[in-house]
């Protein structure tokens, strides 16, 4: 039997319009977390943040972070040995809110080695923010565990 090219037309129509249904369908079941739920307001202080970036620059030695045995260690610049740092390191996933690692120091001996919890392994974005007894420092980077 031989259709006609109204019923193909049709038929085209009627696969176009189910799909569409379909990916509106798999869109809205698909997870989506905010990077952060007050960015707006982080975004207006985000000169600070570039003007602690470039004390981190101007130090003397750049910081060591290393990952072993489901432990993160921070080695700070000579420096900083000797001086109380208070700070926060937060490990932060793009992929998965859940995930997200954030843990307070107080460290005087340069340096600060923290324990990670049995998480997927993956790819995580440092963030590290502490300050002395007269500056703040911030540093970010990129690290898979």
């Known amino acids: 039997m031989k259709l006609s090219w109204g019923y193909r037309i049709l038929f085209i129509y009627l696969a176009f319009v189910s799909g569409i249904i379909f990916l509106v369908f798999k869109a809205s079941g698909e997870r989506y977390d905010m990077v952060t739920d007050n960015y707006y307001e982080q ?18 030695a750049p910081l060591s972070i290393t990952h072993a045995n489901d432990q993160l260690r921070i080695g700070f610049p000579p420096e900083l040995k000797g001086i109380q740092l208070k700070g926060q390191v ?7 809110e859940k995930s ?25 974005e440092l963030k590290l923010s502490w300050e002395d007894d007269s500056q703040q420092f911030y540093y970010e980077q990129k690290i898979f565990l």
Do not use: W
């Open 90 to 96: 937060f490990l932060y996933r793009p992929s998965d």
């Open 100 to 124: 997200d690692i954030k843990k307070s120091f107080v460290t005087s001996n340069g340096q600060f080695n923290m324990v990670l919890p049995s998480h997927p392994s993956g790819m995580y």
């Open 43 to 60: 975004e207006l202080k985000y000169q600070e943040v570039i003007d602690q970036k470039s004390r981190v620059a101007a130090l003397s």
